[in-house]
C-alpha cells in the first residue's frame, strides 16, 4: 500500500516515518509513503498557497491552484473523469483522494480497515482556514475529521490516518491477532467466543472500550493487581474482563453502549453495574 500526503510542512513527517511499527513496515516494503511539499507547485517567487476568502473572514485559505497541480502530478484526475473511466470498465470506484478537514465524517477503525484495503490513498492536509472547496468537490473521494477539535492543520490527522490503517495491512503487526482483538477491532460477527459464551477476547467485542491492563510488580502505590488475574482460572479472567470491559464503557463511552452487541448475561451485569453506581 502506498500513501501520497500533501503538504505545506513535508518536514513535518520526517520523524514520523523514522520509528516504529511505520518504520519496519516501510523498511519491510509493506508500506511506502511519499510526502509533497505543495509550494513545489506554485510559480510565483513566493511561492504562495494561500489566499483571502471570497465573501470576507478571518483566516485565510488554500488555493486550489496549487493543489490541483499536486493531484495530476500525483496522476489523479478529477472524480468526474474517474467515474467515468471506472464505469466504462465496470468497476467500482474505491476512495482514494482524502480531504483532511474539519468538517470531515469522524474517522473511525472501520473507515480504516476500507481504506486498509485500498492500494494508494492520497491525503490532502488542510491549513489555516481549509481548503478552497472546488478541490473537494472536484477531487475528492472522503472528506476526514479525526475528532470534534480544530487543529493548526491536517499533518497531525494525515499521522492518524496513516497510523491506524497501515497497522491493519498484513504483515505490518507481529501478531495478526492484535489489529484484529482490540478496541474497535474486529466486527461483532467474526468474534470467537469460549464454550462459557465469553468472548475468547474482549478487545472490540461489540464495539466496547478495552479492559484494564496490570503487569509487574503485582502491588504498587498502595495498590494490587486484581486477584482474578492471579489465580489461574482463564474462564474467571475472561469474566472479569468482560464486568471490567462494561464498566470502563459505562463511565467513559456510555454512547457506545447504544450498538454494542451485548448478550442477556451482558445486560444483566450492566444493570448491576448502573445500580451500583447510582
Request: charged fraction near 25%; proline fraction near 5%.
Amino acid at each position: 500500500m502506498r500513501f501520497e500526503i500533501i503538504t505545506i510542512f513535508p518536514e513535518f513527517f520526517t520523524s514520523f516515518f523514522e520509528n516504529g511499527i511505520l518504520r519496519r513496515a516501510l523498511a519491510e516494503g509493506l508500506v511506502s509513503v511519499g510526502v509533497h511539499d505543495l509550494r513545489a507547485f506554485t510559480h510565483d517567487r513566493h511561492r504562495t498557497v494561500d489566499d483571502r476568502p471570497f465573501g470576507g473572514g478571518e483566516g485565510m485559505v488554500l488555493k486550489p491552484e496549487p493543489l490541483a497541480e499536486a493531484l495530476t502530478y500525483l496522476g489523479i484526475a478529477p472524480k468526474a473523469e474517474r467515474n467515468a473511466a471506472n464505469a466504462a470498465q465496470a468497476a467500482a470506484a474505491p476512495p482514494q483522494v482524502v480531504l483532511l478537514s474539519a468538517q470531515g465524517r469522524p474517522f473511525t477503525q472501520a473507515m480504516a480497515r476500507e481504506l486498509a484495503t485500498e492500494e494508494r490513498v492520497v491525503l490532502i492536509c488542510g491549513r489555516y482556514e481549509g481548503v478552497d472547496e472546488r478541490i473537494n468537490e472536484l477531487y475528492c473521494d472522503l472528506e476526514l475529521s479525526i475528532g470534534d477539535y480544530v487543529l493548526s492543520g491536517g499533518e497531525l490527522a494525515a499521522a492518524v490516518v496513516v497510523d491506524a490503517t497501515m497497522r491493519l495491512i498484513p504483515g505490518v503487526l507481529g501478531n495478526e491477532a492484535s489489529g484484529e482483538f482490540e478496541s474497535f477491532g474486529v466486527a461483532d460477527a467474526e468474534i470467537a467466543t469460549a464454550d462459557d459464551g465469553v468472548p475468547r477476547s474482549q478487545h472490540g467485542a461489540g464495539g466496547l472500550l478495552d479492559y484494564p491492563h496490570y503487569t509487574r510488580p503485582a502491588d504498587f502505590g498502595g495498590l494490587s493487581v486484581p486477584a482474578t488475574l492471579l489465580n489461574g482460572d482463564h474462564a474467571g479472567i475472561r469474566r472479569w474482563r468482560r464486568e471490567q470491559q462494561l464498566r470502563k464503557t459505562l463511565s467513559n463511552r456510555p454512547d457506545l453502549l447504544e450498538g454494542a452487541a451485548l448478550s442477556k448475561e451482558d445486560r444483566k451485569l450492566l444493570e448491576a453495574i448502573r445500580q451500583e453506581t447510582e
